[in-house]
Every structure is written in C-alpha cells, then in structure tokens.
C-alpha cells in the first residue's frame, strides 16, 4: 500500500535520511582528509580532535573515529542526535551534543583553541540565512580552532552569470528499506539569495511505500560574495578543494571544499 505526498521533513526520520546518505561517506571522508594533510604544516596524529558542525546522524564522525580520531560533533535536531549516539563505534565513541551553529561553544563545553580539524560539508552552512548570523559561526569556529587549525567547508557556489533550475535521484537501501530522494534545485528569485529545495523521498518496506514532500531555502553565494564574507570574519581563506580533496582555482564547480583557518 503506498501513501502520497505527506509534508514532512527531510530531518524527521533520522533513520530514513541515515540510509539515503550514508553511501559514500567514506569516500567523501577520503577528501576531507586529502585537504587536512595538504595544509597541516606536522605530521598529522591519529587522535586529532575533529569538530562537525549540523552533525546529523554522525555519518563522517562515525568514520573519521573508526580511522582513530577523536570527535565531537553537534546539531540542533535531538532525533538526529538520539540516532547518532545510538551508532557510537565500539572502540572511539564520539561526544554529540544538541547546539545551534551560530552559538554553540558553551553548549559543547569547547575551551578556546582545542579543536585541530572542523567539517562542514554537503552545503551545510548555506542553512544560515543571513552574514549577521554566519559571521557569529565563524567568529566561535576561530575561537575553538587551534592555531594553524584547519575548517573546511563543503559549498557549491553560485556562477556570477545566474543558475537554472537543476535536479537529482538519490537512491540507498539498508535491509529491506529503499529510500529514494527526487530534489529540484530553483533559482532565487530576482533581487534574492535563497534558492529554493524541493524534496520527493519515497520510503519502501515490506509492508508498502510512503511519499514525503519537503522544501527548504539555501542561501547563495557567488565566489565573490563568498570571499567577501569571509574576509571579513575572524577566519581566513586558505584555499579551494574539487570534492575529491584536490587543489583547485576553478571557482565553477558543482560542490567544492573550502579550506578556512585563524586569520
């Protein structure tokens, strides 16, 4: 028996967006790791703190601790949380705590200058709407940052000359549970920087399917508008990735990671 066209978040159901997204993470771990060692100036230590902002279920926490580091990551969403802790590693389980990206130091329990890597990938970050409240992230980032620290962040910028609309299939199965996401990409309006996400998830199990439709705003940036910002946070550019962790200069890629540090 199949339902349609439920409203319901992405983020409802930790398990569901935990199938969805999975695949691949260790690839994309791969890459994060290629932009930590091209710009750690020392041999790097397999206990390094990593920090995850908007952590979700823990997917690349619960890689990177399987690989020996040590991590905290936090999110605001408790069932994300609640999920996440219930897939703690065996050997290195990793501290989550429920905090919003723009205030989260005092929630997380971070002194100053004790966190050697930081991550923020899949676009993240264009969850904050507003510089008011990114330029607050990043002041606290470069607050927990080590010296010579490194945060990357996973962004797909916007082309100087406009966007279209775009579209992608996701598809992941755990078990006898297929999830599959249908996402429209819409251009912002004239004068505006939100794009506009439009989900369709389709959650197949054995007793039937379920339709979920979602929709959410991501703010844009141009490469331009995206090195303004940053010039003037307490963070510094340090340099652009292609999502294989790469160096690159293109600044037209579909999703790139973007190496900022202490300024």
């Known amino acids: 028996m199949a339902s349609h066209g439920q409203e319901q978040s992405l983020y409802a159901d930790p398990a569901v967006y935990d199938i969805l997204y999975t695949p691949g993470t260790a690839q994309e771990t791969d890459a994060l790791q290629e932009v930590e060692k091209a710009l750690s100036a020392s041999p790097l230590q397999a206990d390094r703190l990593w920090l995850e902002p908007a952590c979700g279920t823990g997917r690349y926490l619960r890689t990177a601790a399987r690989r020996g580091r040590t991590c905290v990551g936090f999110d605001r969403d408790p069932g994300q949380l609640e999920y996440a802790r219930s897939r703690q590693p065996r050997v290195t389980p ?27 990938p899949v676009n993240s970050l264009r969850h904050l709407s507003t510089d008011v409240d990114m330029l607050a992230h990043f002041q606290q980032m470069a607050e927990v940052l080590k010296p010579g620290g490194i945060y990357v962040v996973g962004i797909s910028l916007l082309d100087e000359g406009g966007m279209l609309p775009e579209e992608d299939l996701w598809v992941a199965r755990r078990g006898s549970c297929q999830v599959s996401q249908l996402v429209n990409y819409l251009p912002p309006e004239p004068g505006t920087r939100m794009e506009k996400v439009i989900s369709h998830l389709t959650v197949t199990r054995p007793r039937g399917s379920e339709h979920f439709d979602d929709s959410y705003d ?30 690159t200069e293109r600044s037209d890629l579909p999703y790139q990671l973007e190496a900022l540090g202490c300024s």
């Open 218 to 247: 991501l703010r844009t940036y141009t490469h331009r508008q995206w090195l303004e910002l940053i010039g003037r946070s307490a963070l510094r550019h340090l340099g652009s990735f292609d999502a294989k962790g790469r160096p």
């Open 94 to 120: 990793i501290s989550y705590f429920q905090a919003d990206m723009i205030d989260f130091r005092a929630a997380c329990g971070l002194s100053t200058g004790v966190v050697d890597f930081a991550c923020n």
